[in-house]
């Protein structure tokens, strides 16, 4: 694959982050919001990351940020927490499914983290833009 596609890849993925993110409704001015989004590109592109997200995806988030993987865990879980009060029920329901029947069932960072890097690794597996996805 050529570097020009790799690079055409990896901004048609921020893109649909970033989309995703803002339909959820958490907005852009939250902390969480940018950590989320270098979170879920982070798991999309390398799946490692899902099954360790306390100890290989927060320092690496928190890395980029300069801050600390506790702070970048808070400041997620905050941003979760205000797509499921105010966010887009329609939105939610298609990555979450049935968990907003219940208001008090919000998933915590890593759940809605890795529920959501799922959809999206599957989705550009299928669309066929990489073989690393």
Request: glycine content about 4%; overall charge positive; charged content about 25%.
């Amino acid at each position: 694959m050529k570097i020009k596609d790799k690079v055409e890849q990896k901004k048609i993925l921020e893109k649909t982050v970033t989309d995703i993110i803002c339909q959820m409704g958490i907005p852009a001015h939250l902390k969480g919001y940018q950590y989320l989004r270098c979170a879920l590109i982070l798991c999309t592109e390398n799946s490692e990351m899902v099954t360790s997200i306390g100890n290989l995806l927060y320092p690496a988030v928190a890395k980029q940020f300069n801050t600390t993987p506790s702070r970048v865990n808070t400041n997620i879980a905050r941003a979760v927490e205000v797509a499921w009060e105010m966010g887009d029920s329609y939105v939610l329901r298609s990555y979450f499914g049935n968990m907003l029947d219940k208001a008090w069932e919000k998933p915590s960072a890593a759940e809605f983290i890795s529920t959501v890097a799922d959809t999206l690794r599957l989705r550009f597996k299928t669309e066929n833009f990489s073989d690393r996805y």
